[in-house]
């Protein structure tokens, strides 16, 4: 089901294609297909509830995959997902962002054209090894910024046991001063040797008091 800030979001782009005077050639849930004189347009979705830099790369990743599929691509986005996108790197890419907020649509970074895999220009190979080298290079991004997360799980994790090891040392020697009261010499051996006894006589004490 399609999430309402997308749903709004994909409703102001498509004003906005009208306004414009694009043609749309196809539309899903979070994309539209527009043609511009002989160019495709494929304006993308990226919407995320809790953004951070390693899901945005990761998203962009994928985009990047497709993007020699179109002669412009575009990120259509929110105000609170665009500062985690790398501005240097779409850029390398060709790829243009639009930010849509609670009543309109901007472009904030222009697509650059290229050829498409369906074209018969020249050069078209090396601008296809190019974005592919891109893409690796993104991807190798993500999964540093996955390690790095693991990491910091990781030490999050042992700081947390740490924590509980020294609240529990602390609870021991709460309990050992606690038990910490005189017994009487003439009780049997075996009941002078329990620590609940002195346990038991604290709290006789403090209840007499």
Request: aromatic share 6%; net charge negative.
């Amino acid at each position: 089901m399609t999430s309402f800030i997308v749903a709004k979001a994909m409703e102001f782009l498509d004003k906005w294609i009208r306004e414009n005077g694009l043609v749309e050639m196809d539309k899903g849930d979070d994309y539209i297909v527009c043609k511009e004189g002989n160019n495709t347009i494929m304006y993308k979705g990226l919407y995320l509830e809790i953004p951070t830099e390693g899901d945005v790369a990761k998203e962009i990743a994928l985009m990047a995959k497709d993007r020699v599929l179109y002669n412009k691509y575009y990120i259509v986005t929110t105000p609170e997902v665009v500062n985690f996108i790398d501005g240097g790197l779409v850029k390398k890419l060709g790829i243009g962002v639009m930010v849509v907020d609670e009543s309109s649509i901007k472009e904030v970074m222009r697509s650059i054209p290229i050829e498409t895999a369906f074209s018969k220009g020249q050069g078209m190979d090396q601008r296809v090894e190019y974005l592919e080298r891109t893409v690796n290079s993104l991807e190798s991004r993500v999964k540093e910024l996955e390690d790095r997360i693991n990491q910091l799980t990781q030490v999050i994790n042992e700081l947390k046991r740490g924590t509980q090891r020294s609240e529990e040392a602390a609870h021991t020697r709460a309990m050992g001063q606690e038990v910490n009261i005189q017994v009487p010499d003439n009780v049997p051996s075996f009941v002078k040797d329990n620590p609940w006894l002195g346990i038991l006589m604290s709290r006789n004490e403090n209840e007499s008091a």
